[in-house]
């Protein structure tokens, strides 16, 4: 129902940077919110950063002041700059689409690796 093609993953070193794109088709929700979730090996997964169709934008503690994400809502992709990547950063991470107000379902990509590593 709703199609998520994730790109920008890859091997950067530490204080290097990456930008993420998602870009969302099919069945489509006016309300939404697009976001990115990562899993590191033998963690849960865990929120990156979202934002909804309304530009309201929520992040995790760890990525504040080094991650942001944005959208272009024309084209339903959302973005996710990574700055001062940090070897914690390593991870698959995962391409979030969430139809809503009310909350109808959420739609994952297959992930993406990002690794930080010297």
């Known amino acids: 129902q709703v199609q998520l093609v994730e790109s920008g993953g890859g091997l950067v070193q530490p204080g290097g940077s990456l930008r993420l794109s998602c870009a969302a088709s099919g069945s489509l929700s006016s309300l939404n919110a697009m976001g990115w979730y990562r899993q590191a090996p033998g963690k849960q997964r865990e929120l990156v950063a979202t934002i909804t169709s309304g530009g309201l934008t929520n992040y995790a503690d760890s990525v504040k002041g080094r991650f942001t994400i944005s959208r272009d809502n024309a084209k339903n992709t959302v973005y996710l700059q990574m700055n001062s990547l940090k070897p914690e950063d390593t991870a698959v991470y995962f391409c979030?689409?969430?139809?809503?107000?009310?909350?109808?379902?959420?739609?994952w990509g297959q992930g993406t690796q990002v690794t930080v590593s010297s």
């Open positions: 979030n689409y969430r139809k809503g107000l009310p909350f109808r379902g959420d739609y």
